[in-house]
T-cell receptor, first 113, second 116 residues
């Protein structure tokens, strides 16, 4: 079946540090890939997405590139801020499955001033 | 409405009690999903509606779980004879129906169910 694996957390960084959160996937079809973020006390919201190989999704300084050869979609940001503290979820969807999302286990990020 | 609304936000149920969780999707959204999120885990798919039709219920963990969306708008997830392992956050998401890949799903804040 389809699955998503994220790097184990939690991750603690100082402000302005470089962030990488690793994500790899297994899929029976050709998935679209997503990063969702959950800020404290809020619902899940889409951060960025990519729908085909070599596409780069970007938003709010975050980037992730769809790598079909390594089945990966790693999240990166060059300089994190305290306001980036949240839980980050990598996910995939396949249209033949009704576009339901398969999520990774989530990575808690804490950024200290 | 402005976003996906879920109620109640918190529910404490005694073991064996029946509960009903409500989801109001974004107006006009055809697709509606329910997910279950255990503490410290990612959300797991429960069921999917397209309008009033329940097209996929493969994620429902047992026949104690039942979902409906009778008029293609508001949805209710019902859990009968709750057990402690049902304790989780139940998330509802909606999206517009489109043939475009990577359609965004909009999530509610969830209902935190605690079974005691």
């Amino acid at each position: 079946g389809d699955s998503v694996t994220q790097m184990e957390g939690p991750v603690t960084l100082s402000e302005e540090a470089f962030l990488t959160i690793n994500c790899t996937y297994t899929a029976t079809g050709y998935p679209s890939l997503f990063w969702y973020v959950q800020y404290p006390g809020e619902g899940l919201q889409l951060l960025l997405k990519a729908t085909k190989a070599d596409d780069k999704g970007s938003n709010k300084g975050f980037e992730a590139t769809y790598r079909k050869e390594t089945t990966s979609f790693h999240l990166e940001k060059g300089s994190v801020q305290v306001s980036d503290s949240a839980v980050y979820f990598c996910a995939l969807s396949i249209e033949t499955s009704g576009s339901r999302l398969t999520f990774g286990e989530g990575t808690q990020l804490t950024v200290n001033p | 409405g402005a976003g996906v609304s879920q109620s109640p936000r918190y529910k404490v149920a005694k073991r064996g009690q029946d509960v009903a969780l409500r989801c109001d999707p974004i107006s006009g959204h055809v697709s509606l999903f329910w997910y279950q999120q255990a503490l410290g885990q990612g959300p797991e798919f429960l069921t999917y509606f397209q309008n009033e039709a329940q097209l996929d219920k493969s994620g429902l963990p047992s026949d104690r779980f039942f979902a409906e969306r009778p008029e293609g708008s508001v949805s209710t997830l019902k859990i009968q004879r709750t057990q402690q392992e049902d304790s989780a956050v139940y998330l509802c998401a909606s999206s517009s129906w489109t043939l475009t890949r990577g359609t965004e799903a909009f999530f509610g804040q969830g209902t935190r169910l605690t079974v005691v």
